[in-house]
């Protein structure tokens, strides 16, 4: 688990109280240079945020290295993964647990889970991201004259990170 929101602790003394503490590993927030660094030996990716989240950039770096991702099923997030993730209910443990198990006796969808990933993570190139950022901040700050309003040139399941 990497992190350190306000649960850490008591997650990390319920891993103890339930024998887990060889099998659940806690890490400190890691700068992003260090979680790609580490990403690769990861099974797969959970998302448990539980509040509003406008992108998950962390969930297509997950997806880029291929890992499988279950998810808080937020709104934004299922249109960001498409069809590449397993949802479950926010806040549900119950859901959650579900969820993975789902992904960990599937052999068969988690290989397809991870070749989702790495297509989905292709759709968020950073140079498009780019661009598309700076021409939709030209059209928002132009004076309401100088610009003509028509639609993107790409759609918002082709918008990158």
């Known amino acids: 688990m990497i992190g350190n929101g306000p649960l ?9 109280d339930l024998g887990l503490r060889d099998r659940v590993h806690f890490h ?4 992003r240079a260090e979680l790609w660094r580490r990403l690769p030996n990861f099974d797969a990716w959970v998302f ?10 962390v ?15 937020l709104p934004g997030v299922r249109e960001i993964l498409g069809g590449a993730g397993i949802a479950y209910i926010p806040g ?3 859901s959650l647990a579900v969820a993975l198990d789902e992904m960990g006796r599937d052999s068969h969808q ?10 989905n993570a292709r759709r968020y190139d950073i140079t498009t991201t780019g661009r598309q950022l700076r021409e939709l901040t030209l059209r928002v700050t132009s004076p309401r004259g100088s610009h003509r309003w028509g639609p993107c ?9």
């Not at 850490?8 to 103890?16: D, P, V, W």
């Not at 969930?59 to 099923?73: M, W």
């Not at 988690?110 to 297509?119: G, Q």
């Open 59 to 73: 969930l297509i770096e997950a997806q880029a290295h291929g890992l499988p991702v279950v998810y808080s099923d």
């Open 48 to 57: 448990t945020t539980t509040g509003l989240e406008a992108f998950g950039l």
């Open 8 to 16: 850490r602790e008591h997650l990390e003394q319920r891993a103890i």
């Open 28 to 31: 400190p927030f890691l700068p």
């Open 92 to 94: 549900d443990p119950l």
């Open 153 to 161: 040139t790409k759609g918002p399941t082709d918008v990158g990170v």
């Open 110 to 119: 988690r290989r397809a889970l991870n070749k989702a990933a790495l297509d």
